[in-house]
């Protein structure tokens, strides 16, 4: 009997390679496994599936991880405004460890004696994949065509038409990847420094110019509503996506260190990620301490930089996690956005948990809390220490 191989499949060039060349030259049962994280609707999966079977697979299989990739992670990456490099939603970087794990599992449910993946060696994926393989399956050997053989993309559609599968070299020109968090877009501009990526590569073209106001409900960290309409927090995250990414907002390109110690480019189209976490941090600092807030930019950017790097198995995340989850008992309100071509503004936000409450004074104009004797008082004591240093180090000017 042929060894069980399951493959990680998008049904892209690499994928289609792998269940060739996995099949033919190496010999073995190929058991591709296609891990939906909200970035394909139910014809793109019919139609990856029958591209599965058209390679040759002894079975596909398509795991639905949408909910779970929510709930174990964007939730997280919400509470905690993270955005890599102040720019970039990690909206592949999550959903990578939510594919491997859910790979990793599927790779015990079916007894695969072997996982492989189509990583090239220059990027961050095989890194993620490979280092959670390892965690979760480490008795299984991992396979890496790509990697390992040094293909190029014109190499690997040379050899899928030898075995009698034409693919396009223009489809090959941009590597698209779409998720609940975002679209990334890596082609031959993004290998630049000093390039752009043209209109037409941007997954998303721009289809709405007039402005529109929008109300965001956030319970307790979550987006819950939009404009009075409640929908759960992965239908609002695709229901505010469906709205703003029309207008270009979201665009940009993050330049960032990989795990492997290179620089990289990579495009990307995230609008609901981009207005959520910007409306998001906005009612924060509205409902939070000043110490809250400090905590969490510190431990949100470890977080992402963490998660980014595929440690989401280090119980450290979930300590973190549970700090976040503990900030987010007052983030509740709504949070008002106008969104207009290539950019939105947050315009205010109404919570009754906003510290920003006119009982207690308002800034520059009056106060209701205190006295002017208590100003006097406190300044005197808060910069005590500071005028002691002062006094006792005045010789050394």
């Known amino acids: 009997m042929k060894k069980k191989v399951v493959l990680a499949f998008s049904g892209g060039l690499d994928t289609s390679f792998c269940c060739i ?36 697979v002894a079975s596909h ?89 040094k293909l190029s993309r014109e190499a690997e559609i040379e050899y899928l038409s030898n075995h009698g599968v034409n693919y396009s070299a223009e489809k090959a020109r941009y590597s ?67 709205i703003a990414q029309p207008y270009g907002i979201g665009r940009d390109i993050h330049v960032g260190d990989t795990i492997i110690g290179i620089k990289g480019r990579v495009g990307f189209e995230a609008a609901a990620p981009m207005v959520i ?42 300590n973190i996690e549970a700090f976040l989850s503990d900030t987010q008992k007052t983030v509740s309100g709504n949070v008002f956005v106008e969104l207009l071509p290539y950019r939105f503004n947050i315009i205010g936000v109404e919570s009754e948990h906003d510290l920003m409450s006119n009982k207690f004074g308002s800034y520059g104009e009056m106060n209701n809390a205190w006295s002017g004797e208590d100003v006097k008082g406190f300044s005197k004591i808060f910069g005590n220490q500071v005028m002691i240093w002062h006094k006792v180090n005045s010789h050394e000017d």
């Open 21 to 56: 060349y996995l099949a033919q030259d190496r010999g073995l049962e190929v058991h591709s496994v296609i891990v939906n994280t909200g970035g394909f609707s139910d014809e793109e999966l019919q139609e990856i599936e029958k591209r599965a079977y058209a390679l040759g």
């Open 61 to 149: 299989a398509v795991v639905d991880e949408t909910t779970n990739y929510y709930d174990s992670c964007i939730k997280y990456l919400v509470f905690g405004n993270v955005l890599k490099n102040a720019t970039y939603p990690l909206s592949v970087s999550a959903e990578r460890v939510s594919q491997a794990t859910a790979i990793a599992n599927y790779v015990k449910k079916i007894g695969a004696d072997y996982v492989a993946h189509g990583s090239t060696g220059a990027g961050n994926d095989q890194v993620r994949f490979d280092m959670i393989f390892n965690i979760i399956i480490p008795n299984v050997e991992i396979i890496t065509p790509i990697r390992d053989l």
């Open 176 to 242: 698209i990847n779409k998720g609940l968090w975002g679209t990334s877009v890596g082609g031959k501009e993004t290998l630049t420094s000093n390039e752009t990526l043209p209109e037409e590569a941007w997954p998303t073209q721009v289809s709405e110019t007039q402005p529109r106001k929008l109300t965001l409900t956030f319970t307790k960290g979550e987006l819950v509503a939009i404009d009075g309409e409640t929908f759960e927090p992965v239908r609002a995250i695709q229901k505010l996506q469906a």
């Open 277 to 318: 976490i910007k409306a998001h941090h906005t009612l924060e600092k509205h409902t939070l301490t000043k110490w809250q807030l400090s905590w969490k930019e510190q431990l949100s950017s470890f977080y992402g930089n963490w998660l980014h790097e595929g440690q989401f198995h280090d119980p450290i995340m979930r």
